[in-house]
């Protein structure tokens, strides 16, 4: 399957539209958690869900029932005190949310198995990757090599971020659809513990306005889901 896709320019040409989304949205995610917007890719991460029925009803003429389009209304309304609030968009987590969302459409639409299309992925990605690394070694720039313990952690991240994508891939295919919504509610969750607790981000009124609306919205949406599922 692998050869075929790299044997079809059209297969090809999909695979590199999914590994840029997959690579800015992880951009965003790094640079989000190391400059202390956490509580932002928590926010992020917790609209994707409703953003992907909002492009089910878009793009593919999905139906979506009245509590679902009250739950994406009230995420609507999350960002808009968050905006009011700061006098700009939250970039961080809309960022996240749609190169997240639209990852998730074309990935869908791409004719290939989760584990050849995640490696499809890695392989358009690595000459970018490789070249990236040797020119910030080479400028002086670079950690890759830097001490054992700064390495380790950076293979880490690379096993902590590969892993738990090809068991999301593979699992979607085997969980029911009400069992994958409520799952995806628990990374932004530990996100956003980490963000308060253990990053000390101030957590200020409007984010608990704006956090009070996903988190109605989110038991909207998962309760219309599970009557779905259910019928």
């Known amino acids: 399957d692998l050869r075929a896709a790299l044997r079809s320019p059209a297969m090809l040409g999909m695979g590199a539209v999914t590994a840029a989304l997959i690579s800015v949205n992880w951009g965003i995610y790094v640079w989000a958690i190391q400059t202390g917007h956490a509580l932002d890719a928590a926010l992020g991460y917790y609209i994707n869900p409703l953003f992907s029925v909002l492009l089910g009803s878009v793009l593919l003429k999905e139906r979506l029932a009245p509590a679902q389009w009250l739950a994406i209304a009230l995420a609507a309304a999350a960002v808009a005190v968050l905006t009011w609030e700061t006098g700009r968009l939250p970039v961080v987590a809309l960022g996240l949310t749609l190169t997240w969302g639209f990852y998730a459409y074309f990935k869908k639409r791409l004719p290939i198995g989760p584990n050849q299309g995640f490696m499809l992925e890695v392989l358009i990605l690595f000459p970018f990757a490789a070249g990236w690394v040797a020119w910030l070694t080479a400028t002086g720039q670079g950690h890759f090599l830097q001490d054992a313990p700064t390495l380790g952690l950076l293979l880490g991240t690379g096993i902590v971020t590969a892993v738990p994508l090809m068991i999301y891939a593979n699992g979607a295919k085997l969980l029911r659809l ?17 963000a308060v607790f253990w990053f000390g981000e101030p957590f200020d009124s409007a984010r608990m306005i704006a956090f009070l609306l996903i988190w109605a919205a989110l038991a909207i949406y998962t309760t219309s889901l599970v009557r779905q599922a259910r019928a």
């Not at 009400?178 to 980490?194: C, D, E, K, R, V």
């Open 178 to 194: 009400s069992t994958i919504g409520i799952l995806q509610y628990i990374a932004p969750t530990m996100i956003f513990l980490t």
